[in-house]
């Protein structure tokens, strides 16, 4: 990471009078550069992505190694917990100047995305639709943790989870959880989705069932954002992210690839759906460094 050079920086005119702010974020825990696998991170980068698209704010996102940033890094902030944002310049909802304010934990964090939501109730948690979704995938990531740490575990909870969840979608009016586009529930689901549908493979030959048509659709929805696509870390740093919980249980993983890759495809046998309000990106599998 280097305070010159933002993993991701936008083209903005140095007048433009939004709110402005830097968001750090882990760094890939294999070349120390790139997205790093926290699943939280990506949450924050994706709701940052979609104010940005809706022109509320602007903002540039740095990749930090948390066990040893840089020291201009340790010189603004304190905190070990990611994501970090700092405030660089613009106003608030409240008028408040947000230059130079760190926020550097959960609670923060999300009171600083707050205020600077402007027109996009969607992208808040305690929007009355975004709490009902976030009930009905409550539990999901927390079974996920306890099947994959866990080698006499049957997976029961995890699929019953999934099966929920696929219930829940099939009954769906709309592209996404609380409407024709992305919201913050989405910001959540589909980032412990990716994780689940890599890293239980690799550990414990789990598969997210092709008969749950509808969460496949739902993926491939996600993959077609622009927001989620090029917010995603690679399959290998996901895999990596498990890596010390499952091999302590006595959980093996396979050896992954060296080359880092994408994974945005859905079963063949799903039919590819166009729902209006999706996206603005296309999917790919296995889609390299230069393709994101």
């Not at 609670?107 to 969607?122: A, R, T, Y």
Request: hydrophobic share 30%; aromatic share 10%; glycine share 6%.
């Amino acid at each position: 990471m280097s305070d010159d050079k933002p993993f991701y920086e936008p083209q903005e005119s140095d007048e433009d009078p939004k709110p402005k702010f830097e968001l750090y974020i882990k760094a890939s825990s294999i070349d120390g550069e790139m997205k790093g696998s926290c699943p939280i991170c990506q949450q924050w980068f994706m709701i940052a992505y979609v104010l940005a698209e809706q022109k509320n704010a602007s903002f540039k996102v740095f990749t930090v190694q948390a066990n040893t940033p840089p020291q201009t890094f340790k010189d603004k902030v304190q905190s070990k917990i990611f994501p970090v944002v700092i405030g660089t310049s613009g106003k608030n909802v409240n008028g408040q100047d947000i230059s130079g304010i760190v926020y550097d934990n959960y609670d923060d964090v999300e009171k600083f995305f707050e205020s600077i939501n402007f027109n996009c109730p969607k992208l808040k948690r305690t929007q009355q639709a975004n709490v009902a979704s976030l009930k009905i995938f409550e539990d999901l990531y927390k079974n996920f943790n306890l099947f994959l740490q866990n080698p006499s575990s049957d997976g029961k909870k995890l699929l019953s989870d999934l099966r929920n969840l696929n219930s829940h979608l099939e009954m769906q009016e709309t592209p996404f959880l609380t409407g024709p586009s992305l919201a913050y529930a989405d910001c959540v689901l589909l980032p412990k989705l990716q994780h689940i549908r890599l890293a239980g493979e690799q550990y414990r030959d789990f598969k997210i069932p092709e008969e749950f048509t509808a969460i496949w659709d739902y993926m491939e929805r996600g993959y077609q954002t622009t927001a989620f696509s090029a917010t995603l870390p690679s399959d290998q740093d996901i895999v990596k992210h498990y890596e010390m919980r499952a091999a302590g249980k006595g959980i093996k993983g396979r050896p992954t690839l060296q080359k880092q890759t994408y994974t945005m495809s859905v079963p063949k046998r799903v039919p590819t759906t166009t729902v209006n309000g999706g996206g603005d990106g296309e999917g790919s599998n296995g889609m390299d460094e230069s393709g994101e």
